[in-house]
């Protein structure tokens, strides 16, 4: 993320504000993706459509002005951010069990706090996520319930995380510090408010906030604005280690991590590029020019007379002369826009829009297409749960709690299997012979979340009235000396009628291939 108004040396190892080598090189790509990610906004758009060589400055701004950017970058992190989200909690600890409606002590539940961790890596190619708690130590567990102090997860972004340091043990890698960059609103004048940059510095199980100054000889100092204190555990000692996690889209050491979908990122850009220039040449040739023959010319030392076009106007032609519009050819349209398609199509191939309406492809395109978005997936949904079986150990280092071996999450074990359609789910019910397949209570739980049944409606509350509504039709039935119907005759009317020739039942998806019994 491009960080404007702060000149801070970044490449001065004795200052917080250094830029680790890994996070210098990721840089460019970083940028790009926050521009495209915020739409070129402002600005930031004329850092891709630069002013070409003697354009008038009107022109050029004519021409940024009608540009016009598709956000298939932002749509494609949160597409497949969205299908990340499909998990489930497995023997969590009963602390963040508790928390999980408000895991960041900012109203988000855990699900709405990894929607955006995941399009962050997405985007990013990785971000830092924090096991933080409250500083001090409560004296007991009631006082700790009283205060509400638990754990609490926050989400630092790559760009943010300036500066780590590793060491390894036995193969293992273990961060012994980490610097990140927090952007701070901090009063200006009476009423008026400017950003700052301060760094939170996080070593041996200690963490400080600090600034940097500079003075008028332009000398950088250091100054601790914050003093902190320490991470401590739940016997009270220090954290021997620093209460975070590198989330990246595939293993790999802290700080590193490829943007998954960088080339949806430029081919969005380039997409920008080639519609600014078909626009242009568009807008251009779009505008007929008036051509005259025989146009008298002006006697001696008279200008020749502007040619006004509008209502009533008279043009003067010599005799044979011809007055007629004609419009500039542009062959080259047809071929730009058959490059823009083929642009379009490398971002379709690059995400998941082969799913929706548009070119149409075969089974065998569109499934090795799904494969490979599913392969994608699944190694991201691996990582997931790694970092989460990670979180809960951090969390339970905070709480005392023990962990569970199973602890974690379960990932969907296919992101993207066809739902069943009402007509498959009919054949399922007459191959098992019209067995009853679901219960009450998961029919109205789907109902319910199609949107089919008021969200207003509790399922149990729809329940009751089913039952409710039984017994009074079984009490009307009493009444009225009618048979009431048992499990058993419920059972006969759900039976398949049988053949009498072949003594099987029908084939439920008909046709001449049924396989006839031997």
Known sequence: MRIKGYDHPTDDGKLPSYVHPTLRRASPDIDRAWDCWQYLAGDIIENYLPQEPGEP??????????????????????????????????????TFDDAQDDI????????????????????DGGCLIMVDMPPGQAKSRAEELKEGRRPYLTIHPRAMVRNWRVSQNDGSEYIDGVTIMELVEVPDGDYGVKVEAHYRIIANGRWKVVLIEKSTAGEYSVVTIDPGGEYLDATGQPLDYVPCVWYAPTPGRFGEGDLPLRQVMMHSIEHLQTRSDLAEKTHKCAMPVPVVIGRPKPGPGEPQASLVIGPNTVVDLEQGGSFSWEEPSAGSLAEQRAQLETIEDLIKSQTLAFIASGTSKTATQAGLEMAGTQASLTRMGKQKANVFQRIFQIWCDYTGEKLEPEAGIVMAQSLYDRPLTSQDVGVLQTLTGGEQLLSKRSAIEELHRGGVVMATVSVDEELGRIAAEEEESMQRAVESGLPVPGPDAMAEDMELPMSTDQGQAPDPLGGDDAIAPE
């Open 104 to 123: 960041d002590r900012e109203g988000n539940d855990h699900r709405a706090f990894f929607l955006d961790a995941d399009a962050k890596v997405l985007r």
């Open 57 to 94: 400055a009107d022109a050029y701004k004519g021409r940024v002005g009608r540009a016009v950017y598709a956000s298939f970058f932002r749509e494609a992190c949160e597409m497949f951010a969205g299908a990340l989200a499909r998990y489930q909690l497995k023997s969590p600890p009963k």
